[in-house]
Every structure is written in C-alpha cells, then in structure tokens.
C-alpha cells in the first residue's frame, strides 16, 4: 500500500524539477464560504497541471535499461504533456495515446515537448487496452496515468507541500479522474492531520467513483461527457480505488454549469485561468456542496490547460 514516506520520498525526488507551487487565499472566498480557504495552485505547474509530479517520479525510478527502450502512456492531455516532459528530461522517448477529441492545445503540447502522438476514439475504445498492446509491440515501459504507485506518491507532494506551508487542515478537496490525486493527497492529508475530512469531487456525467463507494466495488459507466475532459473516465483504477474507499470521506457532484461559474470565480476573483477539471473541487466548495464545513480547508486546483478559444466559449456559456 501507499504510505506518507512513500510520498515523502517521491518529494526529495521532484525537488527542484517540479515548482513548488503557490497557495493563494482569498478574503472574498472566504467570507463567501464562511472558512478559511487555502488554494494549491497546480495549474501554475510545469505542464500547467499536478500531473508532471507524479509522471516525473515514476520515471525518475526507472532502469537505465527501461530508460534506454522509452516510455508510453495513455491520456487526454495533462499526463500525455507529463510524460513526455519528464521522458524528455530522463533522456528518453515516448510515445503517447491520445484520444481523437482530445484538446487541441495539449495534443500540441504533447508533440512540443517531442512525445509522438497515437490517436485512438475514446468512446469506442479500450484505452488501456489500447495503450498496453502498443506499449508491448514498441517494447516500453508503461507509464499509467493514476494506477501506479509511484505515480500515486508523486501526486501526493500536493497535499505535501500544501500541509508543510499552512499546517492543519479540517478538509481538503480536490478533483477525481481516475482517483490517482487523491489517493495520493489523501495517504499525506490523513497521515499529516488526523481528524482531516478528504472529499472527491466529480462533474455529475462522470460519477463512476461515487457510485464505485456506494457499492462497495468499482462500478463502470459509459464514457462522461463533460467539460471536465481530465474527468472523462468510465470506471475507477483498481490500485486508487483500493486507497480511496478507505481514506476519503465522501464524494461530491457538481454540474458542468458549476463548474464554468468556479472558472469565471477564478479568473474575476483570484486572476487564475484553470481547465474544467481543474475547477471542478473549486466548484463544489462554491456551490455549497460540503456539509459541516470546517474553519480550514485546503483546496486543489488540479490544472489550468485551455486553449484561448474553448476558454472563452467555456465562459460565455456560464
């Protein structure tokens, strides 16, 4: 299983390659919620999304022989620029599995950092299926985009660094795609504030972890459609959701029409551009979805990857 040291180590692997990123509070939050808010900004990350961290551990802990062959990986766009920075820093390639819709700007972003692109229709296929079977016919390493536990503890470092800089927490939330985040933010959170209270939050299309914990075993959807394309996943991962069905709290819904309203907070308010996904905890806090909330509450913003033109019709439409 996943432990605080695992991402304790996972940070002295990231230091100085992934920013420390900022925390931002708001007074105008704050009284709007009646809490203390405090803000990971992770769309301020390399690769403008928390993924670089743990892409960037797992392989940091790879072979030379495995280095030597590349890396592949599947993702709609925030783990494809991750590994393929990180494959890029390692001295290695990569190889990337992107859905056919994926966002212009970060299928850009991909190929930019030298990653080659492979496309594949998200709503007909299996991706990791997909991405196994190409993987093994290139001979590379896969390099999963939450169901791995180095990429778990990489992930983790947000709730970290969020902890080490404003101590105690009663609550922290943040987003679920695959539940890789979280997992990891949440073994940190729980080890580091006993008592603290980790809440999921997912675009209301794209409910597969809720259900998964209300069942008691991992549930499959049919592919969300959403805005929140980082949270356009059909069934929890095995591994994450193993760590998730014991440390979160609950998970919480929220609209898409939520969600672009916590973007427009963002930009109007706090002077932050975030993706969908990456306002999506945002969203919940703002919509009043959290009960009983407490005096302190970490919140991450997990990604801040649009485009010019999808931002602007995003937030015309809010």
Same mark, same amino acid.
């Given at each position: ?23 931002? $509070?708001?007074?105008? &939050? ?12 992770? !769309? ?17 802990? &790879? ?13 709609? +766009? !925030? ?15 990569? #190889? =990337?599995?992107?859905? @056919?819709?994926?966002?212009? $700007? ?8 030298? %990653? ?8 007909? +296929?299996?991706?990791? *299926? ?5 993987? @093994? ?18 992930? +983790? ?14 609550? &922290? ?14 073994? %940190? ?14 675009? @209301? *299309? ?12 991992? #549930? ?14 059909? =069934? ?21 029409? @939520? ?27 703002? %919509? ?16 801040? !990857? ?7 019709? &995003?937030?015309?439409?809010?």
């Amino acid at each position: 299983m996943l432990s605080l040291e695992d991402v304790r180590e996972a940070a002295q692997r990231i230091e100085g390659v992934a920013h420390r990123t900022p925390v931002i $509070t708001s007074r105008t &939050l704050n009284e709007r919620v009646g809490a203390e808010v405090f803000l990971k900004a992770e !769309n301020l990350q390399r690769i403008g999304a928390f993924k670089f961290r743990g892409a960037y551990n797992a392989i940091s802990r &790879l072979s030379p022989e495995q280095l030597g062959r590349g890396v592949a990986a599947y993702s709609s +766009g !925030n783990h494809a620029q991750a590994v393929a920075l990180a494959a890029a820093l390692a001295g290695t390639s990569a #190889v =990337i599995l992107m859905p @056919e819709d994926a966002p212009p $700007t970060k299928v850009a972003a991909t190929k930019g950092y030298g %990653a080659e692109v492979v496309t594949y229709d998200r709503y007909t +296929g299996d991706r990791t *299926a997909l991405a196994t079977q190409l993987a @093994e016919e290139r001979g590379v390493t896969l390099i999963p985009p939450y169901d791995h536990y180095d990429v778990m503890a990489g992930q +983790g470092t947000v709730a970290l660094e969020l902890i080490e800089e404003v101590g105690q927490l009663g609550a &922290l939330l943040a987003p679920i795609g695959g539940g890789g985040l979280i997992a990891g933010c949440a073994t %940190a959170a729980t080890a580091l504030c006993p008592g603290l209270r980790v809440i999921g939050v997912e675009p @209301e *299309a794209g409910d597969d972890t809720a259900r998964s914990l209300a069942a008691g075993e991992r #549930v499959q959807i049919g592919v969300p459609r959403t805005i929140a394309d980082g949270q356009a996943i059909p =069934i929890p991962g095995e591994l994450t959701f193993e760590i998730n069905r014991r440390l979160l709290a609950g998970v919480e819904l929220v609209s898409d029409d @939520e969600i672009r309203a916590a973007m427009v907070f963002a930009f109007e308010r706090l002077k932050l551009v975030l993706e969908p996904s990456g306002a999506c905890a945002l969203a919940a806090l703002l %919509a009043g979805r959290i009960q009983d909330l407490p005096d302190r509450v970490g919140v991450v913003l997990s990604g801040g !990857n649009v485009g010019l033109e999808r931002f602007l019709e &995003l937030l015309a439409e809010s």
